[in-house]
């Protein structure tokens, strides 16, 4: 059986940044581009606990969709299974520099949020109390300090 081509990349190499894992096609011809947005060196960093990530996962997911200038073309935002970051899918055949600025409001408001996590109640989640709120603030400003610097966009040979 053939690798999937995400699992061509050297991940002894990979670094927190943000990439395009991928880009397809609908049957009507949109183009769905799949961000890799990586938070912690593979295999050299320890992944992200759960409730960090399911957490962060809340609150970029309510971000986005609310986002004035880009929530009409996100289609999904999730975790990944290594817990070394999350997949940003949005319409349009798009580089990561022209997301980084959404990106940073993104982790800006996860850094910065107070409250109730939006969705974190037995009614609207299946998981609602495997959250970490302190911790994912703690993390968000960590990889808002990656994003706001020359962050890597490009996967390593």
């Excluded at 992944?47 to 200038?69: G, K, M």
């Excluded at 600025?101 to 109730?116: D, K, S």
Aim: neutral net charge; proline residues 9%.
């Amino acid at each position: 059986m053939q690798k999937i081509p995400s699992f061509t990349i050297n991940h002894l190499t990979l670094m927190p940044g943000v990439y395009v894992s991928r880009r397809d096609f609908t049957p009507s011809g949109d183009c769905l581009t799949t961000f890799d947005v990586r938070m912690t060196a593979p295999n050299r960093s320890l992944s992200l606990s759960a409730p960090v990530l399911h957490t962060i996962e809340h609150l970029a997911a309510t971000f986005l969709r609310n986002d004035p200038e880009w929530r009409d073309r996100v289609v999904y935002w999730g975790p990944m299974g290594c817990g070394t970051g999350n997949y940003l899918i949005l319409q349009g055949e798009l580089e990561p520099k022209q997301i980084i600025p959404l990106l940073q409001r993104t982790f800006r408001f996860c850094a910065g949020f107070e409250g109730q996590v939006p969705g974190a109640s037995p009614r609207d989640c299946g998981n609602y109390l495997l959250m970490n709120l302190p911790e994912a603030r703690i993390v968000a400003k960590e990889y808002l300090k990656v994003l706001e610097s020359d962050c890597p966009t490009v996967y390593p040979a």
